[in-house]
Nanobody, 119 residues
């Protein structure tokens, strides 16, 4: 059973940085897409960044492009989201998620970690 555990959230001032980690277990992730989503109060969950575990190609939402970087460490089975130049509008619960390459839906989710950016 795939399990995802996030860590690294917290409170930071605008312009600051945080790094989120997602420890993955329960299988080989070579055929998975790993995504970071976020959900702010009253808003829908949105995909922030995604990485193909095997070939490390990436995707970023326009709102975070140039500020956030997604990466993975094969040895540690961990996916990271480095967040720089944080803005108050980045405040949300951030979730790590995974899906197989051939599936349309993300069907594995972590518990979420709160990121709060103060102005």
């Amino acid at each position: 059973q795939v399990q995802l555990v996030e860590s690294g959230g917290g409170l930071v001032q605008a312009g600051g940085s945080l790094r989120l980690s997602c420890a993955a277990s329960g299988g080989s992730f070579a055929n998975y897409l790993m995504g970071w989503f976020r959900q702010a109060p009253g808003k829908e969950r949105e995909l922030v960044a995604r990485i193909n575990w095997n070939i490390a190609t990436t995707y970023y939402a326009d709102s975070v492009k140039g500020r956030f970087t997604i990466s993975r460490d094969n040895a540690k089975n961990t996916v990271y989201l480095q967040m720089n130049s944080l803005k108050p509008e980045d405040t949300a619960v951030y979730y790590c998620s995974a899906r197989l390459l051939f599936q349309a839906e993300y069907n594995y989710w972590g518990q979420g970690t709160q990121v709060t950016v103060s102005s």
